[in-house]
T-cell receptor, first 116, second 113 residues
Framework: DTAVSQTPKYLVTQMGNDKSIKCEQN?????MYWYKQDSKKFLKIMFS???????INETVPNRFSPKSPDKAHLNLHINSLELGDSAVYFC???????????????FGPGTRLTVT | GDSVTQMEGPVTLSEEAFLTINCTYT??????LFWYVQYPGEGLQLLLK?????DKGSNKGFEATYRKETTSFHLEKGSVQVSDSAVYFC????????????FGSGTRLSIRP
């Protein structure tokens, strides 16, 4: 059983194109996230949704727009792709954070985006 | 702000060697601390966690103790295996309505047979 799945696994596209990455979780979690991992493996949060509501929006270009049709899905749409967008994008999910944040996040396998 | 600092890699060891990967943190409040592992071509998996001072997290022979006095959460394993080769991330979260995990920069570990 796949807990957090992402499609596609690989995405190669040209500058200026618009693309989407889909994420689904079957864990019954309320909260979902998008992370970007650069070539040096540095991992940075981009967005977080709780029950379809945006709760974290880090400093990300507005070319990136997350969409959560329901609490099991969080898709990432990217407009006007740039070379610097090339990275691995990870989706994750968790239970709704508690008082001490004692939750763990479950990650998808990642989508490797290459912009040429 | 909240941050995590971990030792730079790569770390290369021989099989059965003792492993330590250092991690220190800066946080307001009372963070929970985590170690995640990323095997080649895969997403991150939670390896272990600790939620309060002096807690010890352990899994698969790995251990880490939450040390509030030194703000550290060092990862240790007594005898590493080739299958432990991966990138290890130290991370923290501070509870709030908008909780997020802050990751360290990752440490690549390679184990020689």
């Amino acid at each position: 059983d796949t807990a957090v799945s992402q499609t596609p696994k690989y995405l190669v596209t040209q500058m200026g194109n618009d693309k989407s990455i889909k994420c689904e979780q079957n864990l019954g979690h309320d909260t979902m996230y998008w992370y970007k991992q650069d070539s040096k493996k540095f991992l940075k949060i981009m967005f977080s949704y709780n029950n379809k509501e945006l709760i974290i929006n880090e400093t990300v270009p507005n070319r990136f727009s997350p969409k959560s049709p329901d609490k099991a899905h969080l898709n990432l749409h990217i407009n006007s792709l740039e070379l610097g967008d090339s990275a691995v994008y990870f989706c994750a999910s968790s239970q709704r954070p508690g008082f001490r944040g004692t939750y763990e996040q479950y990650f998808g396998p990642g989508t490797r985006l290459t912009v040429t | 702000g909240d941050s995590v600092t971990q030792m730079e890699g790569p770390v290369t060891l021989s099989e059965e060697a003792f492993l330590t990967i250092n991690c220190t943190y800066t946080a307001t409040g009372y963070p929970s601390l985590f170690w995640y592992v990323q095997y080649p071509g895969e997403g991150l998996q939670l390896l272990l966690k600790a939620t309060k001072a002096d807690d010890k997290g352990s899994n698969k022979g790995f251990e880490a103790t939450y040390r509030k006095e030194t703000t550290s959460f060092h990862l240790e394993k007594g005898s590493v295996q080739v299958s432990d080769s991966a990138v290890y991330f130290c991370a923290l979260s501070v509870g709030s309505s908008a909780s997020k995990i802050i990751f360290g920069s990752g440490t690549r570990l390679s184990i020689r047979p």
